[in-house]
Structure formats: structure tokens, C-alpha cells
């Protein structure tokens, strides 16, 4: 691939500088001069060998951090199977393995071929189905076509780094139920305390030695839960083309992976959010009793009314994995500076930047409105059950299709959203800072 070429060269640019400057800090160090078992330096060789020393030092640095990127490039080609951002560890597929995208699943179904042999006269019903993580196409702009002559269809380019989703921050499990029961936690006391082995009668009181003493007693903490239904809830869009886009395979590709994937999960990113339970569909996280509120306070930048959500979390037992914010919010939080104009997020900017804000992972999404954010541990909090992953049907038995040489390409996924522990949760409202 053109990236992973890009980022070898830039590997290789980047160890050829080091090893250059290591060079030019060992000749300057054979320059110095050793008087009585002491080395005599002047300011000039000083300056010069702790230069050299630095600049090789941030060469190193940007080695090991572009390694990193070229590793988190390779976890995010990597079928579904790898450890959630929930859980803090990124595995590493084996270097020689084969990556497909849905498009090529399709195309190379046996059921896309033998429709393709007989010219798709036989109105296909074609399905392929994707496990676990989006696949994005780039695609933009409208085609105009010259009525004469022949013409030949680009591929559209594939992008090799993925977005990252809402569900990216959630450990995920299979299930084959219609709905899953659980239980909600809402109050936790914790009385647990040391307990000695021995009392006096009053179990409270030193023991005395006499037989009337007894043993401790553990104390008992209570915990109190309510049962809750949640529903497996379906996200589905339809989008209808001509059926001359099958025998087109390159335009196919990009048009699923691109538009009818990135549909469902655009809306699951909604709907993780602000869905409105009533028993067929899931109850998103701003609408579950129990989550945690945190108004920012005008003096503070908004970095640090993120700094004061987390600590409420905190105070609640858990740790918090994931921030969910607008694009436009999380620009606010990069670009802020601090008195000495130095941006006050610290992010390696400049090779394989990773999006997080106060050690905890970052998706930015048009789901969250400006004024509001989401932070949280994922994971402990929450958990996504998938029924049925991403998938992708054809036909052209819809309406009055037959007649008008038109296909119908439905998108689907079927999943389900717990909450047993909302406290874990934090939903924070910006309030600008006070300049």
C-alpha cells in the first residue's frame, strides 16, 4: 500500500539522519582534550556536542513514534477479533495477513459470481455480511459523461486508516437473544472495614477472655439494583442504483463500503447517544437514569472542564476510558495555548498522533451536538451485544425494480446497548471561558 511505503521511506529518511548525527556527536567528542586524567572542553565543542546529542535524541524520538503509528496503522486494518479501546491494548495481526474489505467480499462471492456469468438476467438476491469494523471509501462529487465515445471508470481510492466510532470505545460481545435482561446498579453503600476475631458478648466492645465472647462479624454493605429489558434494536437504510453498477466492480466496492456502511454506522453513532428507549429501541446514553452531570465553570479552559468531568467519575469508583465530543469542540481543545503559548494538550503532532485528552481515548463525531460532551468508562460501565453485524443485501424484487432496471441495496445491523452502571458516566455542558 502507498501509506505503508510512505511510512518505510520515512523510517528509513528518519535512521539515516540518526546515525549521521551520531557520527557528528562522536567527532566532536574525539576533539576534546584530556589533561591529568581530565577532559578540557570549550564552550564552542560544549554547545556543539550537546546539540548534537539533542537533535539525535529527537530523530530517536520521532523513530519510535513514527514505529507506533505504522503499528496502530496496522491494528486498524485488522479484522474484527482485537482488543476494544475499553481495554487499553492493541494487538498486532500477523504481518503476511490477507485484509478484505466487504466490496471484495462481495465481488468474490460464489452467489456475485454465478449472477455476473449470466449477465444479471436472473434478478440476483446477493448477500454478504461484514464482522466487526467499518471500512470507508473515498468518495465525492458528481460524474458527468460525454454522450459519444468510450469512457473508462476509475477506481475510487480506498482510505487505509479508519474513523474511529462510538462503538470503537466499547468491549462488544455476541448474542443470539431477541432481548437481553439484566439489572441496573443504583445505589452502592461499602461498609467493608477490618474485622478482629474476637469481641466481647456485645460484639462491639475489646474481648475480655471470658467465654462469652465471640467472634467478629463482617459488616454489610448494600447494593441495590433494578432489572431492566434491553431491547436488540435494528438500524437499516435502503438506497436504490441502476443495475449496471454490478458489472462495474471497482464502483461497487466503493459505493458499499463507502455509502451504505457509513450510513449505519453514522446512525449508530446517533443513536448510542440520544435514543429514546421504548422497548424496541435502545435507550442511548443521554437518555439513561442515573448518568452523572457536570456544568464547566467559566473560569476554567476546556481542557480543564474536562480535567473536573473526569474527576466525578472518579469520585464515583470508576476510571474513565473515552471522551465523545464534536469536531468543533475538540478543535477548541487541541488549539488551546497556555501563557507561554505552548498548546496545552500535549499530542505528537506531528508523526502518528494519537487522539487523547488527559490519558483517555477521543472519537470526535457530528453525533454530539457543540454544546455538550460525553466521558466515561466504557467497558465497565457499558457493553455493546451485536446480533447481527454490518451487512449488505441486494435485490431486485422491491416495487416496480424488474421494470425499471433498478437494484436495491440494503444495510443492516442488528445490537444492543447495557448500561448496568450509569454512574460511571459523565455528561458534561461546555461554558465558554472567560477571557
Do not use: C
Request: charged share 25%.
Amino acid at each position: 500500500m502507498a501509506t505503508a511505503t510512505a511510512d518505510k521511506s520515512f523510517l528509513k529518511s528518519l535512521k539515516t539522519q540518526l546515525a549521521e548525527k551520531s557520527a557528528e556527536a562522536e567527532r566532536i567528542a574525539g576533539t576534546f582534550k584530556e589533561e591529568n586524567g581530565a577532559f578540557v572542553i570549550s564552550t564552542e565543542q560544549k554547545s556543539a556536542y550537546v546539540k548534537a546529542v539533542r537533535d539525535a535524541q529527537e530523530i530517536k524520538g520521532l523513530i519510535d513514534a513514527a514505529s507506533g503509528a505504522a503499528d496502530i496503522g496496522t491494528y486498524l486494518d485488522a479484522p474484527e477479533g482485537g482488543t476494544p479501546a475499553a481495554a487499553q491494548h492493541y494487538g498486532s495481526p500477523q504481518p503476511d495477513a490477507e485484509f478484505k474489505s466487504l466490496g471484495d467480499m462481495f465481488v468474490e462471492s460464489d452467489a456475485y459470481k454465478r449472477a455476473a456469468a449470466a449477465e444479471f438476467k436472473d434478478r440476483p438476491f446477493i448477500r454478504a455480511e461484514m464482522e466487526g469494523k467499518s471500512i470507508f471509501s473515498l468518495s465525492a462529487g458528481t460524474q458527468t459523461h460525454q454522450a459519444l465515445g468510450t469512457g473508462q471508470e476509475l477506481p475510487l481510492t480506498e482510505l487505509r486508516r479508519r474513523k474511529m466510532h462510538i462503538r470503537d470505545l466499547f468491549p462488544k460481545a455476541r448474542t443470539k437473544a431477541a432481548f437481553l435482561m439484566g439489572v441496573r446498579e443504583t445505589g452502592w453503600v461499602n461498609n467493608a472495614a477490618q474485622v478482629k476475631e474476637r469481641y466481647a458478648a456485645d460484639g462491639v466492645s475489646p474481648a475480655t477472655g471470658a467465654d462469652s465472647d465471640v467472634f467478629g462479624r463482617a459488616p454489610r454493605s448494600k447494593l441495590t439494583l433494578e432489572p431492566v429489558m434491553y431491547p436488540v434494536a435494528e438500524i437499516a437504510h435502503l438506497i436504490d442504483s441502476h443495475k449496471s453498477i454490478l458489472s462495474d466492480d471497482s464502483r461497487l466496492k466503493s459505493f458499499i463500503n463507502g455509502r451504505m456502511i457509513e450510513g449505519v454506522k453514522f446512525a449508530e453513532d446517533y443513536d448510542l447517544l440520544h435514543s429514546v428507549g421504548d422497548g424496541q429501541k435502545l435507550t442511548g446514553l443521554f437518555n439513561v437514569p442515573g448518568v452523572q452531570q457536570y456544568t464547566g465553570d467559566a473560569k476554567d479552559k476546556y481542557s480543564v472542564q474536562i480535567r473536573r468531568a473526569i474527576t466525578k467519575s472518579l469520585l464515583a469508583e470508576y476510571e474513565p476510558t473515552g471522551i465523545v465530543l464534536s469536531p468543533t469542540m475538540w478543535e477548541h481543545v487541541e488549539v488551546e495555548e497556555d501563557d507561554t503559548g505552548a498548546f496545552r494538550v500535549a499530542l505528537q503532532v506531528a508523526v502518528g498522533a494519537t487522539k487523547q485528552v488527559w490519558r483517555i481515548n477521543v472519537v470526535e463525531t457530528t453525533a454530539m451536538p457543540d454544546g455538550k460532551y460525553l466521558l466515561g468508562a466504557f467497558g465497565m460501565g457499558a457493553q455493546l451485544y451485536d446480533r447481527e453485524n454490518v451487512s449488505v443485501t441486494v435485490s431486485s424484487e422491491n416495487s416496480d425494480n424488474f421494470e425499471r432496471g433498478v437494484i436495491t441495496f440494503r444495510a443492516d445491523e442488528r445490537l444492543s446497548l447495557e448500561v448496568p452502571r450509569p454512574e460511571s458516566f459523565v455528561l458534561g455542558t461546555w461554558t465558554a471561558p472567560t477571557p
